[in-house]
C-alpha cells in the first residue's frame, strides 16, 4: 500500500516535467496569445489516459500498481485543469472573449474527443 503512494509521486513528477516541455515547446512555437500549449497537454493527456484505461487496463496487460502509475501519476501530473482555468481567466481579464471563450470549449471537446478515441481504438 505504501508503495502505491511512490508510484503516484514519481509518476506525478514525470508527468509534471513532460507537461512543462511540451506545452512549453507548442506555446514557444504557437506564436499567438491562444494558450496553445495547455491546450496540447489537456488533449494529449486525455488521449493517454483513455489508452492506458481503455486499452492497456481492460487487457490488463499492466498491472495495477502501473496502472496507478501511469493514470493517476503521470496522466494526472501531465493534465492541468488549474492551469486551463487561470488562462481562460487572464483572456477575459484582457477582453479577449473569442480566445476565452474557444478555450473553454476547444479543451472541453477536444479531450472528449481524445478519450472517445482512445475508447474506440481499444475495441480494435
Do not use: H, W
Not at 15 to 41: C, E, H, M, W
Request: proline share 1%; aromatic share 14%.
Amino acid at each position: 500500500m505504501i508503495l502505491n503512494y511512490f508510484y503516484v509521486m514519481a509518476g506525478a513528477a514525470l508527468g509534471g516535467l513532460l507537461r512543462y516541455v511540451v506545452a512549453d515547446l507548442v506555446q514557444r512555437n504557437a506564436k499567438i496569445i491562444f494558450p496553445l500549449g495547455t491546450l496540447s497537454v489537456n488533449v494529449i493527456g486525455s488521449f493517454l489516459l483513455g489508452f492506458i484505461i481503455f486499452f492497456l487496463g481492460e487487457r490488463e496487460i499492466i498491472s495495477a500498481e502501473m496502472r496507478l502509475f501511469l493514470t493517476v501519476g503521470i496522466c494526472g501530473g501531465f493534465t492541468t485543469f488549474s492551469t486551463f482555468s487561470y488562462e481562460t481567466l487572464a483572456l477575459l481579464q484582457e477582453s479577449e472573449f473569442l480566445y476565452a471563450s474557444l478555450n473553454i470549449v476547444l479543451n472541453v471537446v477536444l479531450s472528449l474527443i481524445a478519450i472517445y478515441l482512445a475508447y474506440l481504438l481499444s475495441k480494435i
